[in-house]
């Protein structure tokens, strides 16, 4: 049976809730981010913005400069969370294979389930349905064999948007004469290479098979499987109790490794909040990196059991401090080897007995509601804070 994938992406996601909770703002051009007396980034914008040229990512100076009446705003992250959290209870009603890959986008394996719910356009159109009726906001649906057409599709109409991509054939025949960039994994500085052989688009990288696998070697022949409409990625559920983790992708590679410290640090938050929900320790901490050649590494480092966030970030970024220091284009944290149970001496019960109390707090009031030091200076730096 071949596979049928759904792939789901929020429109403008930040924008759109701060549009949805004031109308107001709707039709302006809303930067999400940083303001523009502040040193930080765009974290996303209004459909409006990026007609402007803004982007996520982008330095808040120069979207200010590009759009200087734009309306400016802070992130208030737990509103996103809550939206999204809606969003995702959504997707998990057509089945167990989700693939969180952020707040706003994730795949759906329905292979197996779209018959009791009639089939996957009606899944499709059903889930784009619920998320306007139910959470106020759009979404884009794409319909796929693979991740990568499903993604593809998703894209195609946004916003709002509907789209089909039922065979390798049909995906082909889309996509041969567009940029060599559509292609996952084809980064600027992959396409910068082979357009420098004089290949550009899709057509011209399968007429020169030979030149991008010389080029490139094992990655050269990933993207040629991937222009050919092959891809045996899978829907991943992390649900494994066995590990968990989390990671960011960034729009353009980052070369500033105090900025991926940053990163690390929030992951780091977030995935001590989820060990504390469920009452885990773990004894490994894994690094995750991927160059922005596609080059992916993991380094890897058990010690005490520990849920503390702290904790973990600095076993992350000792790992960190000690890889090659070029661009990267993803960087997460998974941790593993879980226990139930931590040796304490006094001094550490105290300091678990004040995790507790937080934790309640948090768990009361909202994950974003109390936040160390070092985790809004973080937030600070990459645009985030409140």
Same mark, same amino acid.
């Given at each position: 049976?071949? =596979?049928?994938?759904?792939?789901?992406?929020?429109?403008?996601?930040?924008?759109?809730?701060?549009?949805?909770?004031?109308?107001?703002?709707?039709?302006?051009?809303?930067?999400?981010?940083?303001?523009?007396?502040?040193?930080?980034?765009?974290?996303?914008?209004?459909?409006?913005?990026?007609?402007?040229?803004?982007?996520?990512?982008?330095?808040?100076?120069?979207?200010?400069?590009?759009?200087?009446?734009?309306?400016?705003?802070?992130?208030?992250?737990?509103?996103?969370?809550?939206?999204?959290?809606?969003?995702?209870?959504?997707?998990?009603?057509?089945?167990?294979?989700?693939?969180?890959?952020?707040?706003?986008?994730?795949?759906?394996?329905?292979?197996?389930?779209?018959?009791?719910?009639?089939?996957?356009?009606?899944?499709?159109?059903?889930?784009?349905?619920?998320?306007?009726?139910?959470?106020?906001?759009?979404?884009?649906?794409?319909?796929?064999?693979?991740?990568?057409? $499903? =993604?593809?599709?998703?894209?195609?109409?946004?916003?709002?948007?509907?789209?089909?991509?039922?065979?390798?054939?049909?995906?082909?025949?889309?996509?041969?004469?567009?940029?060599?960039?559509?292609?996952?994994?084809?980064?600027?500085?992959?396409?910068?290479?082979?357009?420098?052989?004089?290949?550009?688009?899709?057509?011209?990288?399968?007429?020169?098979?030979?030149?991008?696998?010389?080029?490139?070697?094992?990655?050269?022949?990933?993207?040629?499987?991937?222009?050919?409409?092959?891809?045996?990625?899978?829907?991943?559920?992390?649900?494994?109790?066995?590990?968990?983790?989390?990671?960011?992708?960034?729009?353009?590679?980052?070369?500033? #490794?105090?900025?991926?410290?940053?990163?690390?640090?929030?992951? $780091? $938050?977030?995935?001590?909040?989820?060990?504390?929900?469920?009452?885990?320790?773990?004894?490994?901490?894994?690094?995750?990196?991927?160059?922005?050649?596609?080059?992916?590494?993991?380094?890897?480092?058990?010690?005490?059991?520990?849920?503390?966030?702290?904790?973990?970030?600095?076993?992350?970024?000792?790992?960190?401090?000690?890889?090659?220091? !070029?661009?990267?284009?993803?960087?997460?944290?998974?941790?593993?080897? #879980?226990?139930?149970?931590?040796?304490?001496? #006094?001094?550490?019960?105290?300091?678990?007995?004040?995790?507790?109390?937080?934790?309640?707090?948090?768990?009361?009031?909202?994950?974003?509601?109390?936040?160390?030091?070092?985790?809004?200076?973080?937030?600070? !730096?990459?645009?985030?804070?409140?």
């Amino acid at each position: 049976m071949s =596979k049928i994938i759904i792939h789901v992406d929020m429109d403008a996601f930040y924008a759109a809730v701060e549009v949805r909770d004031n109308p107001e703002l709707a039709g302006k051009s809303l930067i999400i981010g940083a303001l523009p007396s502040e040193r930080g980034v765009v974290s996303t914008c209004s459909y409006e913005a990026r007609k402007y040229g803004i982007r996520s990512a982008m330095s808040i100076k120069t979207a200010y400069r590009l759009c200087p009446h734009g309306v400016y705003m802070h992130p208030n992250m737990h509103k996103y969370v809550e939206a999204s959290n809606l969003v995702h209870q959504i997707w998990d009603t057509y089945t167990d294979l989700v693939e969180h890959i952020s707040l706003d986008e994730g795949f759906l394996d329905v292979t197996n389930s779209a018959h009791l719910f009639g089939g996957p356009r009606r899944i499709g159109h059903e889930i784009k349905e619920r998320v306007q009726k139910q959470v106020g906001l759009t979404c884009s649906v794409g319909i796929g064999y693979s991740l990568m057409s $499903a =993604k593809l599709a998703s894209e195609e109409k946004k916003p709002d948007g509907y789209f089909e991509i039922p065979s390798a054939q049909a995906l082909q025949n889309l996509i041969m004469d567009r940029s060599v960039r559509v292609i996952y994994g084809v980064g600027a500085k992959t396409a910068e290479s082979l357009q420098l052989l004089k290949i550009r688009t899709v057509r011209d990288l399968v007429q020169n098979r030979q030149t991008a696998i010389h080029l490139l070697g094992n990655h050269g022949k990933h993207i040629l499987e991937l222009a050919d409409g092959i891809d045996n990625r899978t829907v991943t559920s992390y649900a494994d109790p066995k590990s968990l983790g989390k990671e960011h992708t960034f729009q353009q590679d980052i070369g500033d #490794f105090d900025y991926l410290k940053d990163v690390l640090r929030l992951i $780091a $938050a977030e995935l001590s909040f989820e060990m504390h929900q469920k009452g885990l320790y773990c004894r490994t901490v894994t690094l995750k990196v991927t160059y922005d050649d596609m080059q992916q590494i993991t380094r890897s480092k058990s010690g005490e059991a520990t849920n503390k966030a702290g904790e973990i970030y600095v076993v992350a970024v000792s790992m960190l401090d000690k890889i090659e220091k !070029r661009p990267i284009r993803l960087v997460g944290i998974s941790l593993s080897g #879980f226990t139930e149970h931590r040796q304490m001496s #006094f001094s550490s019960e105290k300091e678990e007995a004040m995790d507790k109390t937080l934790f309640g707090i948090q768990q009361r009031y909202g994950r974003h509601m109390i936040k160390t030091g070092s985790e809004l200076g973080a937030q600070k !730096r990459l645009g985030d804070g409140d």
